[in-house]
């Protein structure tokens, strides 16, 4: 007879996460907290931790952060020069007064026979992003939820098309060069049985949110090419859902594809630890077709399945708390949160608190754009009346009212302005003279401005991996919304170089970045940006064609012209527009098309060129959805060579 792993979790008071990962360690093959054990591999288990808890108290040193070389020499009862000639022989070069890290302190430790303890900081302070109510249900007031499912896998191997598929709807076509960059949350109803979907993107730059997105997950889809195959992101999914110890549903995508070779996927998931049922496993693979709509019953079958062995529970019936899944600042609307519900029911009007932010609920929206006066467990939904943009991942939770909520939002922003003040100041002579002893150490700022939220950390982390010995990447901000004159003047103080996704300079932005000499460079799909500072920083820039923008235009009007289409009656703010130039048209500081001019008109006449401060009619080739309050930008490409 086993036991449950949340059962052996409760007896050694551990986290079920930290008890999956000594078991993983041992080669027990356990993929969740319902997953079993035998009775001797939990005696055995429980054996360990008494043991480590046996260790002779007297050599066993508490510390809470780092201590420096001195302070360690002081525990260890030994004087400093020893410490330090220990240290060199270790090959560790450090001052007296330099701090060591947690692995240097654990090793020099275990040297002298002593064992480094970090100390738990029961202090609420360093607990403020967590939850205000961490309330603990009781079984009676749980009651089953809909299972929350992430969709994982490799660029391009399927996995919006797979959701378009079992929700009958085309996102996969509004997607910037057919690549998912933000996450998505939707609800599809399965005979009765509702089933939330987060599909994360499933290119490399997005680790962080695909892991963002396996953390609030109960059951991880595994999308994977049969004409393609494991790929690095596919190998990064298993790691995420592994860590997050969910179970894993294989759906073999493309079948339908002639040279699709199911078996020789299934094969090299076994070496990545995933064998198949079929071959003696506990890992449930499915053959499907996306694209023609094969085989996806059985999948949803195996969900619902799966979900019932999970035996997934909340209690709807107090205050919620949830994730924020993704969040930005819309012009009409203001702050929005798309946020999946863990636990309890949101509903309109609720006092909420989410990382920063604070508000009221003031209206929610689901997935099809219906407004909602509740979300219970497990519901995605996109929440209006936060006062600020909070981050992808914050805990957002309901509080008593208005003032409980701006009390703890306040107290979270002081001790975050209180830490970006120590991080300032922690640059001490100490520290630069080791610097220079390391050799000439060049750095590459760089200010991050992207359309969401998520879409700055992934870019963020990505950039921040192309380090290297020569040249270190160091990001000074990164923030929702267009380049404006503020990202500009920090990015001049910081000799810094812009990078956009998905956003555009304003007009005042680019004047001051001219004059200051500051490089933006904004860019629609993003490994392209990771390619260009990645070529930049190995000095591999061939001479390309820049943009250079030629002026702006302000929509005022707008005309239906038949057999011609849309024309805008607009205004030249700055610059000139000229014919033969491309168009750009923004709405509320996005991206929204990318074009020819068609038609360039002064009154009933065409004209090559039309000078700042004068009205002319403007058509873009193959494009009619052009509003009142739209601007075009028109800029044109001049060839030179390409530089940071």
């Not at 007064?97 to 040297?111: C, K, P, R, S």
């Not at 493309?254 to 040279?259: A, H, T, V």
């Not at 020819?596 to 080739?621: H, M, P, T």
Request: aromatic share 4%; charged share 30%.
């Amino acid at each position: 007879m086993g036991i449950r792993i949340y059962k052996l979790a409760e007896e050694l008071e551990m986290e079920n996460k930290e008890l999956i990962k000594i078991l993983q360690d041992l080669g027990v093959d356990v993929t969740s907290h319902m997953s079993t054990v035998e009775k001797e591999t939990a005696e055995l288990v429980l054996d360990m931790i008494v043991d480590k808890e046996e260790f002779d108290e007297d050599k066993i040193i508490e510390v809470e952060g780092t201590l420096t070389v001195k302070e360690l020499a002081e525990e260890l009862e030994i004087e400093a020069n020893d410490l330090m000639t220990k240290l060199i022989n270790l090959g560790i070069m450090a001052m007296i007064n330099q701090e060591l890290t947690m692995e240097q302190m654990e090793n020099i430790a275990a040297e002298y026979g002593y064992q480094i303890k970090e100390e738990e900081n029961t202090d609420d302070e360093d607990n403020i992003y967590g939850l205000v109510n961490d309330i603990e249900d009781k079984e009676e007031d749980l009651e089953l939820r809909p299972p929350v499912i992430t969709v994982m896998g490799h660029v391009d191997h399927g996995k919006t098309t797979l959701l378009d598929a079992i929700r009958e709807t085309e996102v996969t076509a509004g997607e910037a060069g057919g690549i998912t960059q933000h996450i998505g949350a939707y609800q599809v109803d399965v005979d009765g049985q509702k089933i939330t979907f987060l599909d994360t993107p499933g290119h490399e730059a997005f680790t962080s949110m695909r892991a963002r997105g396996a953390q609030a997950t109960d059951i991880a889809i595994l999308v994977v090419a049969a004409d393609d195959g494991i790929m690095p992101q596919t190998i990064e999914a298993i790691n995420h859902a592994k860590s997050a110890g969910v179970p894993i549903i294989v759906a073999v995508n493309k079948i339908d594809r002639p040279n699709a070779q199911p078996d020789r996927v299934k094969q090299e998931l076994t070496e990545h630890g995933l064998v198949p049922e079929e071959w003696g496993g506990n890992t449930i693979c499915v053959n499907v077709s996306a694209l023609k709509k094969e085989n996806l019953d059985e999948l949803l079958e195996m969900i619902v399945l799966t979900a019932e062995m999970e035996e997934l529970k909340a209690n709807p019936n107090r205050a919620a708390n949830g994730v924020i899944i993704e969040a930005e600042l819309d012009r009409g609307r203001g702050p929005v949160a798309t946020v999946l519900v863990n636990n309890g029911t949101l509903k309109v009007g609720d006092a909420i608190v989410a990382g920063v932010a604070s508000g009221r609920v003031r209206a929610m929206v689901n997935d099809r754009g219906e407004r909602l006066e509740e979300a219970g467990p497990a519901t995605p939904v996109e929440v209006l009346g936060l006062s600020d943009v909070p981050n992808a991942g914050d805990l957002l939770e309901a509080v008593e009212d208005d003032q409980s909520a701006r009390g703890v939002a306040q107290k979270r922003k002081d001790k975050k302005r209180a830490d970006e003040l120590t991080r300032n100041t922690t640059v001490n002579l100490d520290d630069l003279f080791s610097q220079i002893q390391q050799g000439d150490v060049k750095e590459l700022n760089i200010v991050v401005k992207a359309d969401v939220q998520g879409s700055v950390e992934a870019v963020k982390q990505s950039l921040l991996k192309l380090s290297t010995d020569e040249v270190e990447v160091n990001i000074i901000h990164g923030g929702v919304g267009g380049v404006t004159e503020t990202d500009v003047m920090l990015a001049s103080a910081s000799n810094a170089i812009i990078i956009g996704f998905n956003v555009r300079p304003g007009a005042n932005a680019r004047k001051v970045a001219e004059k200051e000499k500051v490089d933006i460079r904004t860019y629609r799909v993003i490994y392209k940006a990771i390619d260009d500072v990645k070529s930049a920083m190995e000095g591999l820039l061939d001479p390309d064609y820049k943009e250079i923008v030629l002026g702006q235009v302000e929509v005022r009007q707008t005309f239906k012209v038949p057999k011609v289409g849309v024309i805008a009656g607009a205004y030249v703010t700055n610059g000139t527009v000229n014919r033969n130039a491309k168009v750009r048209l923004l709405r509320d500081g996005k991206i929204v098309h990318e074009g020819d001019i068609g038609s360039l008109k002064r009154f009933q006449n065409d004209v090559r060129e039309v000078a700042e401060g004068y009205e002319c009619g403007i058509g873009i080739e193959g494009y009619n959805d052009v509003k009142e309050g739209d601007i075009m930008e028109i800029y044109d490409f001049e060839e030179i060579k390409r530089t940071l």
